[in-house]
């Protein structure tokens, strides 16, 4: 959710009172799972989404009443309701809303999680959330960044967590704590019958998505991998297409030969490459730069004689093996019998969500 903290800082900047309301937890079915955020003005949705649906409607509204009060709070709400009741959840769950009604206490934080991101460094956002009164909580929060997750000892109040942010970490499931308060040293002030819990929500930066050629499938395919959440890179060689004005949303325009420009890409195991030049000779340049590359996806578009033949060429030429081109998806994208420019990049963007979730999956198993 590493975008509704940047639209946080966004809005932040604009000085406008808004509530961060993020689902910590959930028991049975629920419409969204715990990590989830929405940013809430007195006017409503903002950004993000805790589900939609009643849950949505609900929240919403707790949100303008924290925002009205001041008050940040921790909120249950049961999803119970008889499938005869036309305005309640029948989902069968229950889902805990922590509702932030001061996120600019925490400004500095969410920088420091956004700066992480942008330098591809992951680690957990710790908030810590203590009853301060009937309905209310007082929420303070940290960034821990990988180095000291492995490193330093991370404790705070004298409450010993390091080994639950490793787990937390190291599961990349967002976690809600309930704590019991050790007697502090003599002599310290303690609130009696404190209650605190500590909810770590492990970040990690976006996929990166690389698309080499700025043409109409490239632009259509920026927006959608925008929107499915991955970091977006969109490389040409032509300024008068690869700009601001076709590239509003993405993260980055590289305006340079294509084949240089991906030589010069960091590649990592979470790097997607879509390859979607407007001719076969920038296509292979584009290719050539990534093939060897231990990347999650290379994908070109083409068609299956160009594909054969410029197999062909590269085993001829010893720019790459059978495995390595057998690992290229090309003819790109799902087979959903394609026909408009739109249609091909939605089949290539649930293509790489397909691969996105099968590699996240095996990660998690592991």
Not at 240 to 254: S, Y
Not at 262 to 289: C, M, N, P, W
Not at 295 to 316: E, Q, W
Not at 325 to 339: C, E, L, N, T, Y
Request: proline content about 4%; overall charge negative; hydrophobic content about 40%.
């Amino acid at each position: 959710m590493t975008n509704i903290y940047q639209k946080l800082l966004d809005e932040l900047k604009a000085g406008k009172p808004l509530v961060l309301a993020t689902i910590v937890s959930t028991k049975g079915s629920s419409p969204q799972v715990p990590g989830v955020s929405a940013l809430f003005s007195e006017d409503g949705l903002l950004s993000g989404t805790l589900g939609g649906g009643v849950l949505e409607a609900r929240a919403q509204e707790k949100a303008i009443e924290s925002l009205k009060n001041q008050s940040s709070c921790l909120s249950n709400f049961g999803l119970y309701a008889d499938i005869s009741s036309p305005e309640e959840a029948i989902c069968g769950g229950e889902a805990d809303i922590l509702f932030d009604a001061d996120p600019g206490n925490h400004e500095e934080v969410f920088y420091l999680l956004i700066e992480s991101m942008k330098k591809r460094n992951p680690g957990v956002l710790r908030t810590s959330i203590s009853r301060a009164g009937e309905n209310r909580v007082r929420i303070t929060r940290s960034w821990i960044g990988k180095d000291k997750i492995f490193g330093e000892i991370t404790k705070k109040q004298g409450i010993p967590i390091e080994e639950e942010v490793k787990e937390a970490f190291t599961a990349g499931c967002p976690t809600l704590l309930p704590l019991r308060i050790e007697p502090e040293p003599k002599g310290l002030r303690q609130e009696a019958d404190q209650e605190i819990f500590i909810y770590l929500e492990p970040m990690f930066p976006l996929s990166h998505l690389i698309i080499a050629g700025a043409g109409h499938v490239g632009q259509a395919l920026a927006h959608l991998g925008t929107l499915l959440d991955f970091e977006v890179t969109v490389i040409d060689d032509r300024p008068e297409f690869a700009n601001r004005e076709r590239f509003p949303d993405v993260d980055h325009i590289i305006v340079e030969d294509i084949g240089q420009a991906i030589s010069d890409l960091s590649k990592t195991s979470d790097s997607y490459f879509v390859i979607v030049t407007r001719g076969h000779s920038q296509d292979a340049e584009a290719l050539r730069a990534c093939i060897g590359s231990d990347v999650a996806y290379i994908g070109m578009i083409g068609s299956i004689r160009k594909i054969a033949l410029m197999r062909k060429n590269f085993l001829d030429q010893g720019w790459a093996t059978s495995s390595q081109f057998d690992r290229v998806h090309a003819p790109i994208g799902i087979d959903i019998q394609s026909k408009t420019v739109q249609e091909i990049a939605v089949s290539i963007a649930a293509e790489l969500v397909l691969i996105r979730n099968a590699l996240q999956g095996n990660d998690e198993e592991s």
